[in-house]
């Protein structure tokens, strides 16, 4: 079955199965690269500076490491966007970011990611 994942602030999309009475989670390499460079750019926020080499296991036990220490859960810097959207642009992602329980900038800011994904078939 389909579920949101929130793993560190970012809304992951991911297929719970059961085989064998096991839970298993399981996340597209899509997704898990959007995690990766969602974590690359977080994580300075918080004080660690990672590296473009790093895996998603260390950024993942670094962000668990860092919200094990904190109140609350890790989070997207907020940043007003430069430009306007028309009217029913503007709600049309609003709306969509809604039913994804996430703000309107991040559900942009991880539309742009993955198009930059498939245009440069690289993370960051």
């Not at 300075?44 to 668990?64: F, H, M, T």
């Not at 904190?70 to 430009?83: A, I, Q, R, V, W």
Request: hydrophobic content about 35%; proline content about 5%.
């Amino acid at each position: 079955m389909k579920y949101n994942l929130n793993l560190f602030g970012y809304t992951v999309d991911c297929l719970l199965s059961f085989p064998n009475g096991t839970m298993r989670i399981e996340i597209s390499e899509e997704d898990q690269a959007a995690l990766r460079a969602y974590l690359l750019r977080v994580l300075v926020k918080y004080g660690r500076e990672p590296q473009p080499q790093d895996s998603l296991e260390n950024l993942v036990r670094d962000a668990i490491e860092i919200e094990k220490g904190m109140n609350g859960h890790l989070s997207e810097p907020k940043l007003k966007l430069p430009y306007e959207f028309q009217p029913e642009i503007k709600e049309k992602l609003i709306e969509a970011a809604e039913l994804q329980d996430m703000s309107a900038t991040q559900l942009l800011i991880r539309l742009i990611e993955r198009k930059h994904q498939n245009v440069f078939g690289k993370e960051g």
